[in-house]
């Protein structure tokens, strides 16, 4: 199976729809209905008990089609990603303008990471009927499916400033409006309770569903601060939450150690990253200038060279944080198939030192933050470097391309180098990217040609 373009979608699904990613789940054939084929699917087969493995897998793979896209656009408009091609939606993106419901980057993004949601949401309601009614063989698969619609409602709380609900596959619904953009991230904590019932004991199942909590619950916190305009950031920006549920996910698998992932996977037998693609093969995008020296454009960097340019500096050493160029390097040689982290153990341990520091806890500050700088030299209270620049520097290191970094500019009062005087970025912080043009023509509750 080679997924080599991206698909546009409606706000409308169907059983067949639903049934073609189970078949993308089963099989590579090329003809998933061709009557001959005995790996065909319908829609009834789709949402049979015998067919829920498949089901969360292609539930799965949606998620990482939209997550991977949409996260494109929220990283270019935020510092990690730079435009130097010659598509002008990027040039928009990295100026600091998002709310362009026409962009063409943005609106694929959108439609895709739509698909990945309704998706992880149908997913997680067939898997309940079948487990209310004894007929699930694996609760696991129930788990993952929490998981995975966790995932998803958390990150479009993060990313977008609107979202659209569809509670039927052939009913279109409302936007829900961005003031209740926020429920989304209550939504998210119910599935993962539910999804820890099921993967209690020590499995990394559970650590992935712990972790994932913290980093709602951490994600949710924040949009509080800065979910509606005009924002409202309060203690510098810090934010005390997630943090037991951090230390939860750090205990749960032992055998685990300091620096664990937990990553969405690309590969030449599932599909391409767009970002990689973009990055790696295009050249439309590199890493942005505020982490290292521009490049010109349809250039690839010289990544032999011996500082590769970091202009980021670490502010206990003073020089350039040459963790970036591991992590660039690593990004570049995986091509068009890299893995994209959504939760690892550094992050967790972040969560533990923001909460330390919001609570000026600056010895319990030190231990968490120096666990996650490892072999840099430690941070010290009274060495010269607030623990707030400690703490969004560590954050900008090692959480790159993970979805957060535009949050963490608004919060704490940062821009992008890029980001033009006039933008919306600028003059509005604590806009996102909004539903766009596809979701607006086609839906009747947004278009008033058509009726409901």
């Known amino acids: 199976m080679r997924q080599t373009q991206h698909r546009r979608g409606r706000s409308i699904w169907s059983a067949p729809i639903l049934a073609l990613w189970v078949g993308v789940a089963v099989t590579g054939c090329d003809s998933l209905i061709d009557v001959s084929n005995p790996n065909s699917v319908t829609g009834d087969d789709a949402i049979s008990p015998v067919a829920a493995t498949n089901l969360v897998n292609g539930a799965l793979f949606t998620l990482q089609d939209g997550y991977d896209y949409l996260l494109q656009s929220y990283s270019t408009a935020s510092d990690e990603l730079t435009w130097i091609g010659s598509r002008d939606a990027f040039q928009e993106l990295d100026f600091g303008t998002l709310s362009n419901s026409a962009n063409e980057f943005t609106d694929t993004g959108f439609i895709l990471f739509a698909q990945g949601f309704w998706m992880t949401r149908e997913t997680i309601r067939v898997l309940e009927e079948h487990n209310a009614a004894g007929d699930l063989a694996d609760e696991i698969d129930l788990a993952r499916a929490y998981l995975y619609g966790a995932i998803m409602q958390t990150s479009a709380a993060n990313w977008l400033d609107d979202m659209v609900v569809a509670s039927d596959r052939r009913e279109a619904a409302p936007p829900i409006g961005p003031d ?3 429920q989304l991230y209550t939504q998210a904590l119910d599935w993962i309770a539910a999804g820890l019932a099921i993967a209690e004991g020590g499995s990394t199942l559970e650590r ?11 994600s949710q916190a924040v949009w509080n601060m800065i979910g509606t305009r005009p924002i409202s950031v309060s203690n510098q920006g810090l934010v005390n939450a997630g943090a037991a ?4 996910a750090l205990d749960a698998v032992a055998t685990d150690g300091d ?10 037998s599932t599909q391409q990253s767009i970002i990689a693609n973009s990055v790696n093969n295009r050249l439309e995008l590199a890493f942005g200038r505020d982490y290292v020296t521009p490049i010109a454009a349809g250039t690839i960097r010289d990544v032999e060279a011996p500082d590769r340019g970091i202009v980021l500096d670490d502010p206990v050493t ?3 944080d040459m963790r970036l160029d591991v992590l660039f390097t690593a990004f570049e040689d995986a091509g068009n198939f890299p893995v994209l982290r959504v939760a690892t153990a550094r992050e967790m341990y972040l969560i533990l030192a923001e909460a330390a520091l919001a609570n000026n806890d600056l010895a319990t500050f030190a231990t968490h933050i120096n666990t996650v700088r490892g072999s840099m030299p430690d941070w010290v209270d009274g060495g010269g470097v607030a623990a707030r620049v400690m703490l969004i520097h560590e954050r900008r290191v090692n959480m790159f391309l993970m979805g957060q970094r535009l949050n963490d500019l608004y ?15 600028v003059n509005s912080p604590g806009v996102f990217l909004p539903i766009t043009k596809t979701e607006l023509d086609a839906n009747c509750h947004t278009n008033p040609n058509f009726e409901c």
């Open 411 to 425: 919060r704490f009062g940062q821009q992008s180098s890029n980001w033009q005087a006039s933008s919306e970025a």
């Open 318 to 320: 003073g020089n350039a």
């Open 259 to 268: 620096d664990w992932e937990f990553t969405l996977v690309f590969s030449s």
């Open 245 to 248: 549920s951090a230390q939860a």
């Open 180 to 182: 209740n953009m926020g």
């Open 208 to 218: 992935d569903l712990l972790a994932v909590r913290a980093r709602t619950e951490h």
